[in-house]
């Protein structure tokens, strides 16, 4: 199997040490593989994750590999699974807010909310983590049918949380779509906006948003009736 053995940070060749040569090489061409694909392919990333795992399950940083391909493809039963085992193994509550939300995306709010008040009594999560619990505990609310405490916790945490450029932009976005949900159009296309500023990277379609709500129809999204909703044809 060949591959960049550069791409590798140390402390993964760290944790393979103690693993027979011949077998570290194919779970290391596994894991350049997996850390390859991960945004284009999740699914075909998974599976190298998971062959890597299979040659030694009880190392962490196979487990993390399984566990962050497996939340990426949306595989998210088999997530939870290991990103419990590896709050075990380590100790490190830094796995709480993704865990909160694979237990949302299974349609389990209340399992979610659990969870994040368990986060929420950590003292090390960093500023991004922080955000996460935040979108996570607003989309349970929401999942609940409770959209005005979800708007709260939003327009709380955009006036206080301080973190990356990314964090907030998604932050950001989805405070807009709840504002939008209300049917406040305006507040929520100058938060789409701000989004948008912080977006470098593309990954939100906060300009596509605002670019409906002025009325400019975007190809492939629907046009934003003005109370909250895209149009339909129903």
């Not at 060749?13 to 194919?26: M, T």
Request: with cysteine.
């Amino acid at each position: 199997m060949d591959f960049d053995e550069k791409a590798l940070p140390p402390s993964v060749k760290a944790e393979l040490r103690g693993v027979p040569s011949d077998v570290a090489h194919i779970i290391e061409g596994h894991l350049v593989a997996a850390a390859e694909l991960i945004d284009s392919d999740p699914e075909l990333a998974n599976k190298h994750a998971q062959a890597a795992r299979r040659r030694a399950a009880r190392l962490p940083v196979l487990r993390e590999a399984a566990a962050d391909t497996a939340y990426a493809a949306g595989e998210y039963a088999s997530a939870l699974n290991d990103y419990r085992t590896l709050r075990r193994m380590t100790g490190n509550d830094n796995y709480l807010p993704v865990m909160a939300d694979c237990e949302r995306a299974m349609g389990r709010p209340q399992a979610a909310l659990r969870l994040v008040k368990e986060a929420e009594e950590a003292d090390d999560l960093s500023s991004s983590q922080q955000v996460e619990l935040v979108l996570v505990k607003a989309g349970a609310r929401q999942d609940m049918g409770q959209d005005a405490e979800a708007l709260r916790l939003l327009h709380s945490a955009v006036s206080r949380v301080e973190s990356s450029e990314e964090a907030r932009a998604r932050l950001y976005y989805a405070y807009a779509e709840a504002l939008l949900t209300k049917g406040d159009t305006g507040a929520a296309r100058e938060w789409f906006s701000r989004s948008d500023e912080l977006d470098a990277s593309g990954l939100l379609d906060a300009a596509d948003r605002v670019a409906l709500i002025d009325g400019v129809q975007v190809e492939g999204v629907e046009e934003i009736d003005g109370t909250g909703s895209e149009e339909s044809d129903d």
